[in-house]
């Protein structure tokens, strides 16, 4: 299991942001550079995206694939939860490591005799697991209008994304009270309020939601969680995101669609906030357009003639701003099918990286997940001939095969 199932969780993630500092081989022609002289190049950077986080020489990754709570450290497998009878279901969602210390969470589905199984949201500090807490709902309504709430019968919590910050955890996530309507069902449920937020060290904070906002949880599953100089961000999949659990707006677009959900990179500074994506440039979504959005303000970035065009990360340094990227030739537009290669965008100018050609010229694989930025050092993070690589200030470097294949 440990090898297969390795390499094809690494195929399939979309967003990644990661770098290690194992030793490689430059595929540029020159000399390739010891493990310790990547180690000091780097300074052990973080990249950290759902469900992954790289720390230093460390990758540590998620199983999506199984029925239990289980990750891996490089190649060593740990399992935090067997699947049993006890539990109608489980989901392994978020990694994190600091220190010596790694975070898991994810949810728990109890079987139960209730009028329905009740979900709740864990994290595992070092294999010990620690309940979410979920605050107490709304008030009923005690007037017995008819139609109004008339009691919460389960309570339910979700847990996303995990990230430290300091000694702060902070896990991004929503809560679900199940109730019971005045004149309602007589032997089951009417319907559930769902509130997004954030626990920070198990304290959860209800993200405010504008009166017109219709909520599901595909918007925060596939949010974001940042802080900066200790205000706490979040980003949805719709778009919208808030500050300190404040709303503060949603970002403008080129088309109101509202089935379109994403994840958004984010980054944030003293006084401005950074998000990367992508928008469809026509209602038919067939081609996008990267973009990012400053303080709420979308900044459009160019493409490579009719080629489409997504971001998977953005970072700040000073005055410049690096988004990474990459770009989608169409090879056959009835179809949908279109090759994709590496590129990045410094203040609005394309820059395309290096990457490796099939014989027909079309790229082999090859795409960015994430940016790093490490002193006057950029690091992009991604795939090239179907192998886990960065690119360092233009160069190109592979990793070690993960599953130690020969």
């Known amino acids: 299991m440990k090898t297969k199932s390795l390499y094809l969780l690494i195929l399939i993630a979309s967003t990644m942001f990661f770098v290690t500092g194992c030793k490689d081989d430059e595929i540029n022609g020159n000399d390739g550079i010891s493990g310790d002289d990547v180690s000091k190049d780097t ?12 720390d230093g020489k460390d990758v540590y990754m998620v199983d999506y694939f199984s029925d ?36 898991v969470v ?57 990230i430290v910050h300091g000694s702060d955890v902070y896990v991004l996530g929503a809560v679900k009270w199940w109730y019971k309507m005045h004149g309602g069902s007589l032997s089951g449920l009417d319907g559930a309020v ?33 802080v900066s100089n200790g205000d706490v961000y979040v980003v949805d999949g719709k778009r919208n995101y808030w500050k300190n659990g404040q709303f503060v707006s949603a970002l403008s ?25 992508s928008e469809y440039t026509d209602i038919s979504d067939t081609k996008q357009k990267a973009c990012y959005w400053k303080n709420g303000v979308r900044i459009d970035l160019p493409v490579e003639g009719t080629n489409s065009a997504t971001a998977s990360g953005i970072t700040v340094v000073g005055n410049d701003v690096y988004v990474s990227g990459n770009m989608k030739k169409m090879l056959n537009e009835e179809e949908n099918s279109y090759a994709t290669y ?61 599953t130690n294949n020969p």
């Open 253 to 277: 677009t080129i088309h109101n669609n509202e089935t379109f959900y994403a994840e958004y990179p984010m980054c944030a500074s003293v006084n401005d906030v950074y998000i990367a994506g």
């Open 106 to 162: 994810g949810t728990l589905t109890q079987a139960n005799n209730q009028i329905m199984h009740q979900t709740l949201a864990y994290c595992w500090k070092n294999g010990v697991k620690s309940t979410l807490q979920i605050p107490p709902p709304p008030p009923p309504d005690n007037s017995g209008e008819y139609g109004s709430i008339e009691e919460y019968v389960i309570s339910e919590a979700y847990a996303y994304r995990v």
């Open 68 to 103: 239990g709570i289980q990750y891996y450290k490089n190649d060593q497998l740990t399992v935090l939860e067997t699947y049993t009878n006890n539990y109608a279901g489980n989901m392994v969602e978020d990694i994190y490591a600091s220190g010596n210390n790694v975070y």
């Open 342 to 402: 590496p590129v990045y965008w410094k203040n609005g100018q394309l820059i395309t990286l290096p990457f490796e050609q099939f014989s027909s010229g079309l790229p082999s694989l090859s795409y960015t997940l994430g940016i790093y930025a490490s002193g006057n050092d950029m690091y992009f993070l991604g795939y090239d001939a179907y192998k886990l690589c960065y690119w360092k200030n233009g160069k190109k470097y592979y990793y070690p095969d993960l």
């Open 43 to 54: 300074g052990h950077p973080v990249f950290t995206s759902k469900g992954w986080h790289i």
């Open 194 to 226: 769902i509130f997004p937020g954030y626990w920070k060290n198990g304290q959860f904070t209800v993200l405010q939601m504008p009166d017109d906002m219709a909520l599901i949880l595909l918007n925060i599953e596939k949010g974001n969680i940042v």
